[in-house]
C-alpha cells in the first residue's frame, strides 16, 4: 500500500490539471471573470512548481486568497449561499487546494472536489451534449485517481486511460440498476436558477413589437407529445399569458395580488399540491378532448403553455382564474408535465363584476377615432356577437397587411395602426380588437402563447419554435363566456392555417437574422431529415431519461414486474446490486494475471513472443541472457538493439537502485524499451 507523504505522479497530476479546466468550463458563461483568471493562475501557479520554478504559496498568501475570493464573491452575489455563490466558492476552492497539495494525500482531496465541481454543472443544463461532456470530465477525474495510486512504472498516460474506460464501462451496469429501481421522489430542497443565465421567451409586458422580435428567433419553446392524433394547425393554439391591463402603449397582466380585496376575495391561484379550484364549475367541457405531454424547455418563468381548457395532475401544476397553467417555481430546467384540454368547452358563462371591470379596463382619452370606429359598429350591431363580427369584416374588408417590420408606432398608437399604417403582426391585431371590444363595453383580453407548431415525423411528436408565438384575443359574450377571436386568421389565414413561415413567404423576412439555422432551410431534404433524427434523439433523452419521474417509474415498473410495493422493489435492487457486483468481481479475477505484470516484463515478453514467431523460442529455464546470445547469432544485424533491450531488462528487474531512481529516470527505460522493441 502507498504511502499518503508521496509525491504527486506526474501522470496523475496532469489529468488532476486538465480535469480542473475541463470541469470549470461550461461555468465560463456564468461565472464572473476574475474568478476564471483565479482559476488560470492557480493551474499555472501549480504547473511552475511542479517544474521546480515557483515554490507553493506561504500560509499568509493562501490566507489572503482565500478571505479575498469570499469577500469578492460576496460582494458580486451579495450571498454566499445559493447556486451561483455556491458554485464559485467550490471551484474557487478546489482551485486553491491544489496549491497546498504536498502529497497524495492532499491530491485525494482535490479529486473528491472534482466530482463536486462536475456535478454543479447539472444545476444549469441537463441536456444530452452536456451529460455527455461532463462524463468525458468524470473520465478525466477518474484518470487523475488512477493515477495517484499507480506504482513508479506504471505512470504511461494511455495505461491511465485504459484503466479509468474501463472502470467508467464497469459503472454502467450499476448505475442502471440505481436509476431504474431507485424510487423517484421530489427533492427534499429546490434551487432558484432564475436570472442565472439569459431566456428566450414571452413577456409578461408586450408592445405591438416585441412578439415580431420574438418570431425572428429559430429556438425551440417546447415539445408535446399526443396520445393519439394531434389537432389541425388552426386548432392549435397554446395559452400562456393573459394580458389585461393598457396604459396606452404596453398590454400587461392587470392587477396585483394584494388588490385581492377588490376581487370579491376569490384566489387567483389554486391547484397546487391537489388543492381545490375553487372556479372549475365556471369551466363546461364539451368534449374533443386531447391528451398529451409537454416539455418544456427553461423560461425563468412560472406560466406554462397548453392548448385551452386545460388540466393536468401534475402536483407542481396550478391554475389561474384566467383558466392559464402554472408551475409552483420558476421553470429553470427542462420540465414534463401531462395534459387534457377539450376544444370544444365555456369558460365564465357568468363574469364576476369584478372580472369584467378588469377587462373593460381602457386609458382615459387617448385614440379618439378608434373609439368613434367602435360607437359607429356598435350601432350597427343588434348583439355583441354581431359587433365581434363587424370588427372582424372591418379588418377584412380595409388594406391591412401581415408583416414583421411594421411602421413605428407613437402617441395615439391605436388609431395610427388602424387609419394610417395598416401594417402590423399578430400583436398589433390583437391589441386594436380588443381596444374596439373595450370602447364598445365588451370585456376582452389579449392572450399571448404560441400558434401552430412543426411535426417530426420520427417520433409522432411536435415541435413549438419561438417563431411560433403569437397573440390573439378573447370576449365575452353573454351566455357563451370566453371566446376565441384572432383577427389576424382574418388578415392572414395562412397564419393560422400553415405558419408564419408560409404567411411571410411574399416578405422573405422569415429568420433574416438566423442564417446559420437549419429551419431557415426546411426545403432541403436532408438537412430536414438531419434536424428531425438530431430532435428526436433530444426527445428520447428528455423523454425518457430526464423526464424518468415517479408516474413514469411506477408505470414501467407495473408493465415489467406487475404489481410493486417498496419490499418487492428493494429486494429486486439487493438482488440485482449482488449479481452486478460479482459479475464485476469474476471480470476482475479473470484478468488479474494480465492486470499485475510489470510494465517491464510486458515489453520483454512481446519482444519474446515477436523472436517466437520468427522461429526462435526462448526455452524454460533459459536465462535472458542465454537467449540473447542464440538471438544474435541468428540476427548478427539486431544485435545492439536487442543486447540493450535485454540489459534495460535485467538491470531494472534486477537492481535496486532503479527502485530509488526518479519517475523521470523511470520512465525514459520504459520508453527506450518501447523504441527498441518496434526496431525490432
Not at 504511502?3 to 496532469?14: A, D, G, M
Not at 487523475?144 to 467508467?168: E, H, S, V
Amino acid at each position: 500500500m502507498m504511502e499518503n507523504s508521496q509525491p504527486i505522479p506526474r501522470n496523475s497530476l496532469v489529468w488532476l490539471l486538465a480535469s480542473m479546466f475541463a470541469g470549470i468550463a461550461p461555468h465560463f458563461s456564468r461565472l464572473p471573470l476574475w474568478v476564471i483568471a483565479v482559476c488560470l493562475l492557480c493551474g499555472s501557479w501549480r504547473i511552475m512548481v511542479y517544474r521546480s520554478r515557483w515554490k507553493l504559496p506561504g500560509r499568509w498568501i493562501k490566507a489572503l486568497l482565500v478571505f479575498s475570493s469570499f469577500a469578492a464573491v460576496l460582494g458580486h452575489y451579495g450571498t454566499l449561499f445559493g447556486p451561483d455563490a455556491g458554485t464559485a466558492l467550490l471551484i474557487l476552492g478546489f482551485c486553491f487546494k491544489l496549491l497546498e497539495t504536498h502529497n497524495r494525500k492532499d491530491a485525494f482531496t482535490v479529486v473528491v472536489l472534482g466530482f463536486f465541481v462536475v456535478a454543479t454543472a447539472f444545476f444549469y443544463t441537463q441536456s444530452m451534449l452536456s451529460a455527455g461532456y461532463l462524463l468525458l470530465v468524470c473520465f478525466m477525474v477518474t484518470a487523475a485517481l488512477i493515477g495517484l495510486n499507480q506504482t513508479p512504472l506504471q505512470t504511461d498516460p494511455k495505461r491511465t486511460a485504459r484503466r479509468a474506460f474501463k472502470l467508467l464501462l464497469q459503472s454502467i451496469p450499476l448505475m442502471l440498476v440505481l436509476f431504474v429501481f431507485v424510487p423517484r421522489v421530489a427533492p427534499l430542497w429546490s434551487l432558484d436558477l432564475s436570472g442565472s443565465r439569459a431566456k428566450t421567451g414571452l413577456s409578461d409586458r408586450i408592445t405591438p413589437g416585441d412578439i415580431a422580435e420574438l418570431s425572428r428567433s429559430p429556438e425551440l419553446a417546447f415539445r408535446v407529445e399526443f396520445e393519439g392524433s394531434i389537432p389541425d394547425t388552426s386548432k392549435l393554439y397554446w395559452r400562456g399569458l393573459v394580458l389585461d391591463h393598457y396604459d396606452g402603449a404596453t398590454w400587461s397582466r392587470g392587477v396585483s395580488n394584494n388588490e385581492q380585496s377588490l376581487m370579491d376575495r376569490e384566489p387567483m391561484v389554486a391547484g397546487f399540491n391537489g388543492e381545490g379550484i375553487p372556479w372549475q364549475a365556471s369551466v363546461r367541457f364539451q368534449g374533443d378532448q386531447y391528451r398529451y405531454r409537454v416539455i418544456m424547455e427553461p423560461t425563468d418563468k412560472r406560466w406554462l403553455f397548453a392548448l385551452p381548457a386545460a388540466r393536468s395532475e401534475n402536483r407542481r401544476v396550478g391554475f389561474s382564474r384566467d383558466f392559464r397553467l402554472l408551475s409552483d417555481t420558476p421553470i429553470s430546467q427542462p420540465f414534463s408535465y401531462s395534459v387534457s384540454s377539450d376544444l370544444r368547452f365555456s369558460l365564465d358563462t357568468s363574469l364576476p363584476r369584478w372580472l369584467a371591470q378588469r377587462n373593460l379596463q381602457l386609458p382615459e382619452t387617448g385614440n379618439p377615432r378608434s373609439r368613434q370606429l367602435a360607437e359607429r359598429l356598435l350601432k350597427q350591431s343588434k348583439t355583441a356577437s354581431s359587433y365581434v363580427t363587424q370588427v372582424l369584416t372591418f379588418f377584412s374588408e380595409k388594406t391591412f397587411s401581415y408583416t414583421l417590420r411594421p411602421p413605428r408606432l407613437t402617441g395615439d398608437r391605436i388609431d395610427q395602426f388602424l387609419f394610417e399604417t395598416r401594417q402590423g403582426f399578430c400583436s398589433h391585431y390583437a391589441g386594436a380588437f380588443v381596444y374596439l371590444m373595450r370602447s364598445a363595453g365588451i370585456p376582452a383580453r389579449i392572450v399571448a402563447g404560441y400558434q401552430g407548431g412543426e411535426i417530426n415525423p420520427l417520433g409522432g411528436h411536435l415541435l413549438v419554435h419561438q417563431f411560433d408565438a403569437h397573440a390573439w384575443a378573447e370576449v365575452w359574450l353573454p351566455g357563451q363566456g370566453w371566446k376565441r377571436a384572432d383577427p389576424t386568421a382574418v388578415i392572414a389565414p395562412s397564419r393560422v392555417e400553415q405558419g408564419v413561415e408560409e404567411a411571410l413567404s411574399e416578405e422573405q423576412s422569415f429568420l433574416e437574422d438566423s442564417v446559420l439555422s437549419p429551419l431557415r432551410y426546411r426545403s432541403i431534404n436532408w438537412l430536414t431529415q438531419f434536424r428531425f433524427a438530431w430532435d428526436y434523439v433530444n426527445f428520447a433523452w428528455h423523454r425518457s431519461v430526464l423526464g424518468y419521474d415517479a408516474k413514469l417509474q411506477a408505470d414501467f415498473l407495473s408493465r415489467l414486474l406487475g404489481p410493486v410495493d417498496f419490499k418487492k422493489l428493494g429486494l429486486i435492487m439487493v438482488l440485482l446490486t449482488t449479481l452486478v457486483l460479482l459479475g464485476l468481481a469474476g471480470l476482475l479475477f479473470l484478468n488479474r494475471r494480465g492486470h499485475s505484470r510489470d510494465p517491464l516484463l510486458q515489453i520483454y515478453l512481446k519482444f519474446c513472443k515477436r523472436m517466437a514467431a520468427k522461429g526462435i523460442r526462448r526455452m524454460p529455464g533459459e536465462s535472458a541472457g542465454e537467449y540473447l546470445q542464440r538471438l544474435i547469432k541468428k540476427y548478427p544485424d539486431k544485435a545492439s538493439e536487442m543486447e540493450e533491450l535485454t540489459d534495460l531488462y535485467t538491470q531494472a528487474t534486477y537492481s535496486s537502485n532503479y527502485s530509488s531512481n526518479g519517475e523521470g529516470s523511470q520512465q525514459a527505460t520504459l520508453s527506450r524499451m518501447k523504441r527498441l522493441l518496434r526496431t525490432l
